[in-house]
C-alpha cells in the first residue's frame, strides 16, 4: 500500500462523513504504544507541536515546530504545503484563517496537546467539529510499504544492538551502561529513538527499566529492544544467560519460544488477533502452565507498534480485530516460568496474504555469554 493509497481511503471516509477536512496534531511525544496523527498524514516524524491537514478534494498541508525543521519537513512530506513556525500555538490563528471551512470538520489527537491549545483550535474552527482520532488511527492500521521497509530496517538495527550485547556483556558491568551502549549503537546505525527495557537478575521476576545494579554470574539478562528508523518502531524480545545456561533454562526457554512459533503461526489475514494468544497459551497450558497464563505472571502477548498508528492493538484474548495484510506488530509470550525466572521471547512480524513475514534474521534462543 502506498501513501496515497491511505489518503485516499481516509477521503473515502471523510465523504461519507460529510467532513470538509481533517486536522491531525501532535505534541512529538513519540512512543512505540502511541500513535502520531501528523506521521500518519504528513509521513514526518515530528520534533515539536505540529499539525496536518487533509481537505475533502485530497488537499495536504504540514505545519511543524521549531521552525528551523521545515528543511527536514519537506525532504520527507507527502504534503503539498509545508511550513515551520516557532510557536504552533500563537500561529494557530494566521495558519486557519479564511481556509472556507463551512460544514464539519474532523480534529484527531487533540486532547494530546498542550494546556490551552484546545481552545485556541476549537475558537477558529467552525460549530461542528468531529473527534477522529479512533477513526484516524483505525485507518493507518495497514502500514504503508514505506513503513514497512522502515520496519525492516529497524528490526535489522535492533539485531545487531542485541548482537553487541551478546559480546560485550560481563560480570560487573552495570545494566543501565550495557543499555546506554545499546541505544548508543542504535543511534550509529540510523535508528531516530529506541524504547527498551533491560534488566538481569538470577531469577527474574518481571522486565524492568534498567538500574545501576551491576550482572553477576548466572544473570539471566532480559532485552526488550525497541528501535525506530524512519518514524516506525519495530521490537525483538530476548534473554542471554551470563555464563553457561542450565538444562532446566534451556528447556523452558525452547518452551516459551515454542509457545510464540504456534502464536505466529495462527497469524493470518482473515483470522482474529485474539487467535495468536490463543496459540500461545495452547502451549503452555499443555505443559501444565495454564494458571500462569494470566496476570501478573504475564502482560499481554504482543501489541502494534507505533511511528503512525498502534493498530491491530494487542494480542489478546479480548482482541476480535480481524488481521489484514499489511498489519504489522510483535508477538511476544514474555512469561514468568516459576524454576527459571521470567523469560522474554518476541519477533515482529508483517501479515501478508499468504505465511507471516517474521522480520527477524535470526528467531529468539536462549542466549548465552562466555565468562
Known amino acids: 500500500m502506498k501513501h496515497q493509497d491511505r489518503l485516499r481511503h481516509l477521503q473515502g471516509i471523510m465523504d461519507a462523513d460529510g467532513l470538509e477536512a481533517i486536522i491531525a496534531l501532535s505534541n512529538a511525544d513519540h512512543h512505540v504504544d502511541w500513535g502520531d496523527s501528523v506521521a500518519l498524514i504528513s509521513g514526518v516524524k515530528p520534533l515539536g507541536p505540529s499539525l496536518s491537514v487533509l481537505e475533502k478534494d485530497g488537499g495536504t498541508r504540514l505545519v511543524v515546530s521549531p521552525r528551523w525543521d521545515v528543511e527536514r519537513a519537506r525532504a520527507h512530506a507527502h ?16 495558519l486557519l484563517d479564511g481556509l472556507g471551512w463551512a460544514k464539519r470538520v474532523g480534529v484527531a489527537n487533540l486532547s494530546g496537546m498542550p494546556h490551552g491549545f484546545a481552545d485556541s483550535l476549537l475558537s477558529i474552527l467552525p460549530n461542528a467539529v468531529v473527534d477522529v482520532t479512533k477513526l484516524v488511527f483505525n485507518a493507518a492500521a495497514r502500514k504503508t510499504d514505506e513503513e514497512l521497509a522502515n520496519a525492516r530496517k529497524a528490526t535489522e538495527i535492533a539485531e545487531r544492538g542485541y548482537r553487541h550485547l551478546l559480546e560485550a556483556a560481563k560480570p560487573g558491568i552495570p545494566e543501565c551502561r550495557m543499555a546506554a551502549e545499546i541505544k548508543a549503537i542504535t543511534r550509529e546505525l540510523g535508528a531516530d529513538d529506541n524504547f527498551m527495557m533491560f534488566h538481569a537478575e538470577g531469577h527474574p521476576h518481571a522486565v524492568q527499566p ?46 516459551v519460544a515454542a509457545a510464540m512459533n504456534n502464536g505466529i503461526g495462527k497469524a493470518a489475514a482473515g483470522a482474529p488477533m485474539k487467535e495468536i494468544c490463543l496459540g500461545i497459551d495452547d502451549v503452555l497450558r499443555e505443559a ?22 498502534v493498530a491491530p492493538g494487542n494480542v489478546a484474548l479480548n482482541n476480535e480485530t480481524i488481521l489484514e495484510a499489511g498489519m504489522f506488530f510483535v508477538v511476544h509470550p514474555n512469561q514468568y516460568i516459576p524454576e527459571v525466572g521470567y523469560l522474554l521471547c518476541g519477533e515482529p512480524i508483517a501479515i501478508t496474504d499468504g505465511a507471516p513475514e517474521v522480520l527477524t534474521e535470526e528467531r529468539a534462543k536462549l542466549g548465552t555469554i562466555s565468562i
Not at 504534503?79 to 494566521?94: Q, R, W
Not at 539478562?221 to 521490537?235: C, D, K, N, R
Open 79 to 94: 504534503a503539498a504545503k509545508v511550513e515551520g513556525v516557532s510557536d504552533l500555538g500563537a500561529a494557530l490563528p494566521n
Open 210 to 255: 534498567s538500574g545501576e545494579r551491576q550482572f553477576e554470574a548466572g544473570d539471566l539478562i532480559l532485552a526488550e529492544i525497541t528501535p525506530s528508523y524512519g518514524g516506525q518502531f519495530t521490537q525483538i524480545c530476548r534473554t542471554a544467560c551470563l555464563g553457561e545456561a542450565t538444562d532446566t533454562q534451556h528447556e523452558k526457554y525452547e518452551l
Open 288 to 309: 501444565g502452565y495454564g494458571a500462569y497464563c494470566e496476570p501478573p505472571y504475564m502482560n499481554r502477548r504482543g501489541h502494534g507498534l507505533g511511528g503512525t498508528s
